[in-house]
């Protein structure tokens, strides 16, 4: 039977943990690998030495065969990934700004990459947008972003006055009536300059 994707070791100085079980578990399932018996075996052996190492004294006075992998993997998360605090989390988010020639849509993803520790819940996409707006470098694309009302000034309303893409035209586009003019090449691929 041929296997698909290849399990590396992880390395506790330069990978990412959750990205690093994520990916185990897509190994699982694209090898049908189901049994949480052989799950475990799999993941012990491919974990590496220090990673392995480390979760033997973490599992002490047991060993890592012993116990399930779901217990496994929740001592290597405490101990890689420990919960980080809502209020700094929600600090880095709030300071963000855009950097001198990075692209709206670059800061925009980093700024949903910022979200995922704040809480926010239902409101991210308003806090997504009200940072956008405001960690934008661009006068005049600021005034013209709150010049929309407040009732019709939504996330991806504001994506789309930045990108040129009015939400209008994409969503004619999808009941089968005629597609959009194209957006200007300056507007989409608008890069914000200016002082930080």
Not at 33 to 56: H, M, N, P, T
Not at 111 to 139: S, Y
Request: glycine share 6%; net charge negative; charged share 30%.
């Amino acid at each position: 039977m041929a296997t698909y994707g290849k399990l590396v070791e992880f390395d506790p100085d330069s990978a990412d943990w959750q990205q690093y079980v994520e990916r185990q578990e897509f190994y699982f399932v694209s090898n049908f690998i189901e049994e949480e018996d052989q799950k475990r075996a799999v993941f012990l052996s491919s974990c590496g030495k220090k990673a392995y190492a480390l979760l033997r004294d973490l599992c002490q006075p047991g060993k890592p065969g012993e116990l399930p992998l779901s217990e496994l993997l929740k001592k290597l998360s405490d101990h890689f990934t420990p919960k980080p605090s809502v209020i700094v989390e929600r600090f880095k988010f709030h300071s963000k700004v855009t950097q001198p020639g990075q692209s709206v849509l670059s800061f925009l993803a980093e700024l949903r990459r910022l979200t995922e520790h704040c809480g926010f819940g239902a409101a991210m996409d308003d806090m997504i947008r009200d940072r956008l707006v405001c960690g934008i470098n661009d006068d005049c694309m600021q005034r013209r972003i709150l010049a929309e009302p407040d009732d019709k000034l939504t996330l991806a309303r504001a994506v789309s006055n930045i990108t040129g893409n009015e939400p209008e035209n994409q969503a004619q586009e999808t009941v089968g009536q005629a597609p959009p003019q194209e957006a200007p090449t300056y507007l989409k691929d608008y890069v914000v300059t200016g002082a930080e």
